[in-house]
């Protein structure tokens, strides 16, 4: 099997942990997820669907976090957009500001060449600014890649160094915007690097539900021949927060 078999294990094994974890009142569960839908029928026929869900659990200084998000488009009976990303997270905190993390992601996007994409990786934290309104994360870390192409390019496998930023300013208890910056490198071919950005603005419209905003960038320096560099996702929905 081409994809690494300890990798998906790690992500099925959250599942079962984060249920388990549920019943524990000692342990911090977060859920939060929204969703986005449009469908036309008649002169046009569109449907687009965004869903995204994350469940995190705390307990001490350990945190697990369990992630999937999907962006799925269709024009009459074609498929024109289908991205699809998951993985988990475990972040151990050593004080208040420091802490390292692991994690493991699978995500593939056939329209931008990418058949199947599994990174493993670790990493530091350093919460530079920790302040009731505004908060900014500061990672640095190594990941292992292994990548397939949709087209008979050869699968690469390589060493990625990344770097991300995340900063979140809170108007209110429960309105914030948010923006995330990643920066992922090939150290062993210079000029394969990827950025993925995402901007978003949530507020609150009953208890428990809100409207979220969110633009997405995602480019490629390096993408494969017949593709393009940049995938631009604007989406609006409904989000949930437990």
Same mark, same amino acid.
């Given at each position: 099997?081409?994809?690494?078999i300890?990798?998906?294990?790690?992500?099925?094994?959250t599942?079962p942990?984060?249920?388990?974890?549920?019943a524990?009142?000692?342990?911090?569960?977060?859920? =939060?997820?929204d969703? @986005?839908? +449009?469908?036309?029928?008649?002169?046009t026929? #569109?449907? %687009?669907?965004?869903?995204?869900?994350? !469940?995190?659990?705390?307990t001490?200084?350990?945190?697990? =976090?369990h992630?999937? @998000?999907? +962006?799925?488009?269709?024009?009459?009976?074609? #498929?024109? %957009?289908?991205?699809w990303?998951?993985? !988990?997270?475990a972040?151990?905190?050593?004080?208040?500001?420091?802490?390292?993390? @692991?994690? +493991?992601?699978?995500?593939?996007n056939?329209?931008?060449?990418?058949?199947?994409?599994w990174?493993?990786?670790?990493?530091?934290q350093?919460?530079?600014?920790?302040?009731?309104?505004?908060?900014?994360?500061l990672e640095?870390?190594?990941?292992?890649?292994?990548?397939?192409a949709?087209?008979?390019?050869?699968d690469r496998?390589?060493?990625s160094?990344?770097?991300?930023?995340?900063?979140?300013?809170?108007?209110?208890?429960?309105?914030?915007a948010?923006?995330?910056?990643?920066?992922?490198?090939?150290?062993?071919?210079?000029?394969d690097?990827?950025?993925?950005?995402?901007?978003?603005?949530?507020?609150?419209?009953?208890?428990g539900?809100?409207?979220?905003l969110?633009?997405?960038?995602?480019?490629q320096n390096?993408?494969?021949?017949?593709?393009?560099?940049?995938?631009r996702?604007?989406?609006?929905g409904?989000?949930?927060?437990?």
């Amino acid at each position: 099997m081409r994809a690494p078999i300890f990798a998906l294990a790690l992500t099925l094994a959250t599942l079962p942990v984060a249920l388990h974890a549920q019943a524990k009142p000692a342990k911090a569960l977060e859920v =939060t997820a929204d969703l @986005g839908f +449009v469908n036309t029928s008649g002169n046009t026929e #569109v449907t %687009t669907l965004t869903a995204n869900y994350k !469940v995190g659990i705390t307990t001490g200084p350990w945190k697990l =976090t369990h992630y999937f @998000g999907a +962006v799925y488009g269709r024009l009459k009976d074609s #498929v024109n %957009t289908s991205i699809w990303r998951t993985g !988990v997270r475990a972040d151990r905190l050593f004080t208040e500001r420091f802490g390292l993390f @692991g994690l +493991v992601n699978y995500d593939k996007n056939r329209f931008a060449g990418i058949a199947g994409r599994w990174e493993q990786g670790v990493g530091a934290q350093w919460k530079a600014v920790a302040e009731a309104e505004d908060k900014l994360d500061l990672e640095l870390g190594l990941s292992a890649i292994q990548q397939q192409a949709v087209t008979a390019v050869p699968d690469r496998n390589f060493a990625s160094g990344r770097t991300a930023l995340i900063y979140k300013h809170n108007f209110t208890d429960k309105t914030f915007a948010q923006q995330n910056i990643e920066y992922l490198t090939n150290l062993q071919n210079g000029p394969d690097w990827r950025i993925n950005s995402e901007t978003s603005l949530v507020a609150p419209l009953s208890a428990g539900f809100a409207i979220k905003l969110s633009y997405v960038i995602r480019y490629q320096n390096l993408p494969d021949p017949g593709f393009r560099a940049t995938d631009r996702i604007f989406a609006t929905g409904i989000q949930y927060t437990y």
